[in-house]
T-cell receptor
Framework: KNQVEQSPQSLIILEGKNCTLQ??????????LRWYKQDTGRGPVSLTI?????NTKSNGRYTATLDADTKQSSLHITASQLSDSASYIC????????????FGQGTTLQVKP | NAGVTQTPKFRILKIGQSMTLQCAQD?????MYWYRQDPGMGLKLIYY???????DKGEVPNGYNVSRSTTEDFPLRLELAAPSQTSVYFC??????????????FGPGTRLTVL
């Protein structure tokens, strides 16, 4: 069964600190993996996308890594800001002609001043 | 471009009532999706469409119906609302299902409560 598991479920850090969010997946055949950011009351917005051959991708202070062998990904946030408070969702797509995605349950990050 | 728009933003229904959640996109995307998001859970696919006139069931289609008469619009219909349908509903669209073109863009969501 295609699944995406994220950890931790929630995280509280102080402003300026770094943090790393984890994602494990069992999706086959694998197409790509995305990290989405979802602000409270808003729809998810794509942060990064990685295909099988890519093992790291950055978007400003966000850096995603992918280990396709162990089927693990991480999202590292550097020098956190209050605006980073959100839910971060790991999303994996399998190769198909439907575009269906498999969503993790998300990690809720709270950045405190 | 407005992107993906959804109406209404909030709605309260009584058990057994019906309603239609509206979704529109102005990016000329072929693929459109409806998801529901329950607290602490990942998004679950209700229905999707790969083009005008073509729709198919997702993971949790029971109690819902969709239509896709135009490329731009993808309404979701609840016929007999039940408390289990209390959720936040997101519409999304993508250009295609091909790698590099399959990023899904989400609307702002509709928060539905069934009492």
């Amino acid at each position: 069964k295609n699944q995406v598991e994220q950890s931790p479920q929630s995280l509280i850090i102080l402003e300026g600190k770094n943090c790393t969010l984890q994602c494990n997946y069992t999706v086959s055949p694998f197409s790509n993996l995305r990290w989405y950011k979802q602000d409270t009351g808003r729809g998810p917005v794509s942060l990064t996308i990685m295909t099988f051959s890519e093992n790291t991708k950055s978007n400003g202070r966000y850096t995603a890594t992918l280990d396709a062998d162990t089927k693990q990904s991480s999202l590292h946030i550097t020098a956190s800001q209050l605006s980073d408070s959100a839910s971060y969702i790991c999303v994996v797509s399998a190769k198909s002609n439907t575009g269906k995605l498999i969503f993790g349950q998300g990690t809720t990050l709270q950045v405190k001043p | 471009n407005a992107g993906v728009t959804q109406t209404p933003k909030f709605r309260i229904l009584k058990i057994g009532q019906s309603m239609t959640l509206q979704c529109a996109q102005d990016m000329n995307h072929n693929y459109m999706y409806w998801y529901r998001q329950d607290p602490g859970m990942g998004l679950k696919l209700i229905y999707y469409s790969v083009g005008a006139g073509i729709t198919d069931k997702g993971e949790v289609p029971n109690g819902y119906n969709v239509s896709r008469s135009t490329t731009e619009d993808f309404p979701l219909r609840l016929e007999l609302a039940a408390p289990s349908q209390t959720s936040v509903y997101f519409c999304a669209s993508s250009y295609s299902a091909l790698a590099g073109e399959d990023t899904q863009y989400f609307g702002p969501g509709t928060r539905l409560t069934v009492l």
